[in-house]
């Protein structure tokens, strides 16, 4: 049977703009892949991240040197075979994943072997900004549940302090983009205790993330940048109490559910993210985001518009992905 393969990059206006410690952007460019096979169609979604190395043009010509592969009928087992980038892998898998659940006419979960995707609360993200920008943006999200603070330059400690006040009843979770140094890391730690901030992700660059073995902590401290695959779950033993699954990073669905297996198999807890994406890169990660302890998946609320059908955010409530979309 005859498969036939679309590869596309999109540019997704931002509402705005946004910016973490290493800058800003204005547009969420992704890559998708289109699979159409017996008169089915499935698709997926990546988005290269220069952060790893991956960039759009290198991404497409990876995919399009695969494209004989695939065509010919690759299997998700020999995508890493054909396919370097993770970025490319991701976009490649969940349109297998896809194209399978629909062929079968049964849903990724089931064929996942996990539980029933239901609504889940996904943090909201607050852009890097001056205190007083970031507290006026957590005043307007107060009543959101959970909040994600964007930090990692200089001033933090009054950017924490001045969110804290304006959402004085919003959970709390830190982003540092590897911002921090040792040096001021105790003392970061400890403005974010005090204002109970329940979690700060990758405060030291993953290249001297080694000085938190000896740091005492009062706030989970989550990996990211220092957390992509199964494979590198011991590196992060005693350093990190969480690790953040994007499946940008672990190259789809099937290397983002090895990882959360042995994130559960060593009692390191699970957070899922994403990159700045539509609806369709965050469908396959709601899966995971029904065992993990904090969901991070609000990528769509950020964008101007949103793919359709897409997923339905009831403020930080969000719903199942409809079958029109994935899975």
């Not at 204005?26 to 017996?38: M, P, R, W």
């Not at 730690?189 to 204002?195: E, G, P």
């Not at 065992?291 to 719903?319: C, H, T, W, Y």
Request: hydrophobic content about 45%; proline content about 6%.
């Amino acid at each position: 049977m005859s498969r036939q393969v679309e590869i596309a990059h999109e540019s997704w206006p931002i509402a705005g703009s946004f910016t973490i410690s290493r800058g800003s952007k204005t547009a969420a460019d992704v890559v998708v892949v289109t699979l159409t096979e017996g008169g089915v169609t499935g698709r997926g979604e990546c988005v290269p991240y220069p952060r790893y190395e991956e960039t759009v043009p290198q991404v497409l010509a990876a995919l399009e040197a695969a494209k004989g592969a695939i065509e010919s009928g690759l299997e998700r087992a020999d995508i890493a075979r054909h396919v370097a980038p993770k970025a490319a892998r991701n976009a490649l898998d969940c349109a297998l994943w896809d194209l399978e659940a629909k062929r079968a006419g049964k849903p990724v979960w089931q064929l996942a072997g996990i539980a029933e995707p239901t609504p889940v609360v996904t943090a909201y993200t607050l852009s890097l900004d001056t205190p007083e920008a970031m507290a006026k943006a957590a005043a307007n999200a107060a009543d959101r549940p959970l909040l994600k603070l964007k930090l990692g330059r200089e001033g933090d400690e009054e950017r924490i302090d001045a969110i804290r006040r304006a959402a004085p009843k919003a959970r709390l979770i830190v982003d540092a983009n590897e911002g921090w140094s040792e040096a001021v890391l105790p003392r970061m730690l400890a403005a974010c205790a005090k204002a109970q901030i329940e979690l700060v992700e990758q405060p030291l660059p993953a290249s001297a993330d080694d000085a938190l073995r000896d740091i005492d902590r009062k706030v989970v401290i989550c990996a990211d940048e220092s957390a992509h695959d199964a494979a590198g779950i011991r590196k992060l033993i005693g350093k990190y109490d969480a690790l953040n699954i994007k499946l940008d990073k672990t190259g789809g669905l099937t290397g983002a559910l090895e990882l959360a297996r042995a994130a559960r198999d060593n009692n390191i807890k699970i957070m899922v993210g994403c990159m700045l994406a539509t609806s369709l890169a965050m469908a396959p990660a709601m899966l995971l985001a029904q065992f993990a302890e904090f969901v991070d998946l609000d990528g769509p609320l950020l964008l101007k518009n949103d793919r359709v059908p897409g997923i339905n955010f009831a403020g930080s409530l969000m719903s199942p992905p409809p079958k029109a979309l994935w899975g």
